[in-house]
T-cell receptor, first 114, second 114 residues
């Protein structure tokens, strides 16, 4: 079974630039999560989708972050404009419906904002 | 708010010894906990879970203990191997009324010495 795919794996940008990350979840997983993991910390949930609807975006900085999952499969997370403090690993995870189902994580995208 | 934390940020053990990683949680209503392992450059990987109606759950070489009286979790790894070197996170459900997802602790780095 293919795992969660993310791209790019690494991205370096300057502050005030824009960046987008892509995630392809495991086939059949209706729930998709985006997490931000700052170095030395645990992952922090940014947004949770079920199919193409948003379940929880309470911790998403909506003035600069946006995410979509238009067809209920792939998802993109965008930052515009980026700030230095956005430097982190952005993890995508997916699971079957029901939050106590195991979440499968992708390898993450490491973002460095200079 | 939630407070899922770890007593020790780093832990070094000799290969073959047993490891114990601790986690404190603050929400006494949490009914489910998960331990994740995150190797360098990878996303977190599910290790084991436990529901609040249990005190102990065993997996392959791992045991999770739950003490609801003091709101404490521990992950025990038997006969620690070099491949166990990673950061370990505990996670508990968010306690707000948003979507159903998890709060991760800050993590403990386990280093296995030869």
């Amino acid at each position: 079974e293919a795992g969660v795919a993310q791209s790019p794996r690494y991205k370096i940008i300057e502050k005030r630039q824009s960046v987008a990350f892509w995630c392809n979840p495991i086939s059949g997983h209706a729930t998709l999560y985006w997490y931000q993991q700052i170095l030395g910390q645990g992952p922090k949930l940014l947004i949770q989708f079920q199919n193409n609807g948003v379940v929880d975006d309470s911790q998403l900085p909506k003035d600069r972050f946006s995410a979509e999952r238009l067809k209920g499969v792939d998802s993109t997370l965008k930052i515009q404009p980026a700030k230095l403090e956005d430097s982190a690993v952005y993890l995508c995870a997916s699971s079957l419906v029901g939050f106590k189902n195991e979440q499968f994580f992708g390898p993450g995208t490491r973002l460095t904002v200079l | 708010g939630e407070n899922v934390g770890l007593h020790l940020p780093t832990l070094s053990v000799q290969e073959g010894d047993n490891s114990i990683i601790n986690c404190a949680y603050s929400n006494s209503a949490s009914d489910y906990f998960i331990w994740y392992k995150q190797e360098s450059g990878k996303g977190p990987q599910f290790i084991i879970d436990i529901r609040s109606n249990m005190d102990k759950r065993q997996g392959q070489r791992v045991t999770v203990l739950l003490n609801k009286t003091v709101k404490h979790l521990s992950l025990q790894i038997a006969a620690t191997q070099p491949g166990d070197s990673a950061v370990y996170f505990c996670a508990e459900p968010k306690s707000d009324n948003y979507g159903q997802n998890f709060v991760f602790g800050p993590g403990t780095r386990l280093s296995v010495l030869p």
